[in-house]
């Protein structure tokens, strides 16, 4: 019996509603740091408008800057790496105590990761290298990221961008970061698997992390080593809390020192943090969120959208820089300049941002994740 492209997406979503429902309210408050931080990826990157069309870039004049400054001015400094810390969190929270017992196999484990990531990445990849050579033919110059050779794009179909050298990023850029997290998960499914759950190897690796640092050697790699692991050791001192249900006290205390953290970044001068302070402080925002979630009860619609926007923020982040090509494109062939000081085209690019997410989520990432897993038999 033949069905329709809806009932076919339908059939292919369904089994991954069990996946999602591990997704608990308690960790509503980490999903409204992760909606958070990709508001502050689009809002960090939105100045490649500028920086691409003869525009005078003027930082303090960018829309809604008295508001959004903490985004405008700090983008870079923190959002890469609290979303290594919750990748951590969340994957020895779902994974850790499954793989250190030896239920959940490597095959279980990586295919799930590439179902997840390896789709929308390889599509972003190739409209990026496609529009932008459309972008090159027109301005005899990339859009942002100049290093676009068949090195580079090898390294990016690989999701190898971030493992040589200290090369400028090319192609769709901000997928260094993720680049960097894939030998990452190998060290954690290995290190669990051999070792379990021990949190003297998560300060093992923090600890190589902070003398890598003050050794003054920065390196990808092992930049998200360190704030995987330190998102890693929450989870795992979590899970010992919540068995001697001693998250009571927890929550009243972390919620107490919510506003000392957002103060904190707020004033303080991130780049002349230390690296320890500086590890410190994302740490104790990503605990402060979860706890919040833990005593303040969000309407149900509220939480509904929290949960909604969350899951997009991957694709978000993804689809952002190949949405900023086909915009510039599309403005120059009518001829119009681009009001990157406007309020209405931020708004107007964030929209499309989430809206072209919300519809590569739901209608290609899901359904693609599904056959790919039950392709290799994945349960």
Same mark, same amino acid.
């Given at each position: 019996?033949?069905?329709?492209?809806?009932?076919?997406?339908?059939? !292919?979503?369904? *089994?991954?509603?069990?996946?999602?429902? =591990?997704?608990?309210?308690?960790?509503?408050?980490?999903?409204?740091? %992760? !909606?958070?931080?990709?508001?502050?990826?689009?809002?960090?990157?939105?100045? +490649?408008?500028?920086?691409?069309?003869?525009?005078?870039?003027?930082?303090?004049?960018? *829309?809604?800057?008295?508001?959004?400054?903490?985004?405008?001015?700090?983008? /870079?400094?923190?959002?890469?790496?609290?979303?290594?810390?919750?990748?951590?969190?969340?994957?020895?929270?779902?994974?850790?105590?499954?793989?250190?017992?030896?239920?959940?196999?490597?095959?279980? +484990?990586?295919?799930? #990761?590439?179902?997840?990531?390896?789709?929308?990445?390889?599509?972003?990849?190739?409209?990026?290298?496609?529009?932008?050579?459309?972008?090159?033919?027109?301005?005899?110059?990339?859009?942002?990221?100049?290093?676009?050779?068949?090195?580079?794009?090898?390294?990016?179909?690989?999701?190898?961008?971030? /493992?040589?050298?200290?090369?400028?990023?090319?192609?769709?850029? *901000?997928? /260094?970061?993720?680049?960097?997290?894939?030998?990452?998960?190998?060290?954690?499914?290995?290190?669990?698997?051999?070792?379990?759950?021990?949190?003297?190897?998560?300060?093992?690796?923090?600890?190589?992390?902070?003398?890598?640092?003050?050794?003054?050697?920065?390196?990808?790699?092992?930049? !998200?080593?360190?704030?995987?692991?330190?998102?890693?050791?929450?989870?795992?001192?979590?899970?010992?809390?919540?068995? =001697?249900? %001693?998250?009571?006290?927890?929550?009243?205390?972390?919620?107490?020192?919510?506003?000392?953290?957002?103060?904190?970044?707020?004033?303080?001068?991130?780049?002349?943090?230390?690296?320890?302070?500086?590890?410190?402080?994302?740490?104790?925002?990503?605990? !402060?969120?979860?706890?919040?979630? #833990?005593?303040?009860?969000?309407? *149900? %619609?509220?939480?509904?959208? &929290?949960?909604?926007?969350?899951?997009?923020?991957?694709?978000? @982040?993804?689809?952002?820089?190949? &949405?900023?090509?086909?915009?510039?494109? +599309?403005?120059?062939?009518?001829?119009?300049?681009?009001?990157?000081?406007?309020?209405?085209?931020?708004?107007?690019?964030?929209?499309?941002? /989430?809206?072209?997410?919300?519809?590569?989520?739901? @209608?290609?990432?899901?359904?693609? %994740?599904?056959?790919?897993?039950?392709? +290799?038999?994945?349960?």
């Amino acid at each position: 019996m033949k069905i329709n492209a809806t009932q076919y997406v339908q059939q !292919c979503v369904k *089994p991954l509603q069990r996946i999602e429902a =591990q997704s608990e309210d308690r960790f509503l408050g980490i999903d409204l740091l %992760r !909606c958070l931080l990709a508001l502050g990826v689009l809002l960090w990157h939105y100045q +490649f408008f500028a920086h691409n069309s003869g525009i005078q870039f003027i930082k303090h004049q960018q *829309p809604l800057y008295s508001i959004l400054d903490m985004f405008y001015s700090h983008g /870079w400094q923190y959002r890469v790496q609290t979303f290594w810390c919750i990748s951590g969190f969340i994957l020895f929270w779902k994974y850790g105590e499954g793989i250190a017992n030896k239920l959940i196999s490597g095959k279980k +484990f990586f295919i799930g #990761r590439f179902s997840r990531i390896y789709p929308l990445h390889l599509v972003t990849l190739f409209l990026v290298a496609f529009f932008n050579w459309i972008y090159f033919y027109n301005n005899h110059y990339y859009f942002t990221y100049q290093n676009n050779d068949l090195g580079n794009f090898l390294l990016h179909f690989f999701l190898a961008s971030s /493992w040589v050298g200290k090369g400028a990023h090319s192609f769709n850029g *901000p997928v /260094w970061s993720l680049s960097a997290e894939i030998p990452v998960y190998f060290i954690f499914f290995i290190f669990v698997r051999f070792l379990g759950l021990k949190a003297s190897v998560n300060y093992f690796f923090i600890g190589f992390y902070l003398l890598a640092k003050l050794a003054n050697f920065s390196f990808p790699i092992i930049d !998200c080593v360190g704030y995987f692991y330190s998102g890693g050791l929450f989870a795992i001192y979590l899970q010992q809390f919540e068995k =001697q249900n %001693r998250n009571k006290f927890l929550s009243i205390y972390f919620v107490y020192i919510l506003a000392i953290v957002l103060m904190g970044m707020h004033l303080l001068k991130l780049n002349q943090l230390t690296p320890v302070k500086y590890l410190l402080l994302i740490n104790m925002m990503l605990v !402060c969120f979860y706890y919040l979630s #833990r005593i303040i009860k969000a309407w *149900p %619609r509220v939480q509904n959208l &929290i949960k909604t926007m969350s899951h997009l923020t991957f694709s978000s @982040y993804l689809i952002h820089f190949p &949405i900023q090509i086909i915009l510039t494109l +599309f403005l120059g062939w009518l001829n119009l300049a681009i009001p990157f000081y406007s309020i209405s085209f931020l708004t107007l690019f964030i929209a499309i941002t /989430w809206g072209v997410s919300y519809l590569s989520y739901h @209608y290609f990432e899901k359904p693609l %994740r599904v056959l790919i897993r039950n392709k +290799f038999k994945y349960s």
